[in-house]
């Protein structure tokens, strides 16, 4: 449903939303290969919020020079 990569340098960070019938979501964060963020919901709102504040923040690293990895998606 969404998957993002991105990179700067060696570094990377990956956000991931995962629809998980019929349980609802999956929302993932993982800075190498570590997963930072991993929660479950059934509640659409809340992963709107969730894909808006992915958004945020991918913006920000984007404008602190990271970078999309169009391979990663």
Known sequence: MFSVL???GAR???YDI???EPAGWEI???EG???VRHVKYDDWHRVERA???FHR???SLL???WQIDAAGH
């Open 63 to 65: 404008a602190a020079g």
């Open 28 to 30: 993932r964060t993982e």
């Open 57 to 59: 923040e991918i913006a």
């Open 33 to 35: 290969h570590t997963v």
């Open 51 to 53: 894909l808006a504040g």
């Open 6 to 8: 991105i990179r700067y």
């Open 18 to 20: 995962l629809e998980n």
């Open 12 to 14: 990377e960070r990956r």
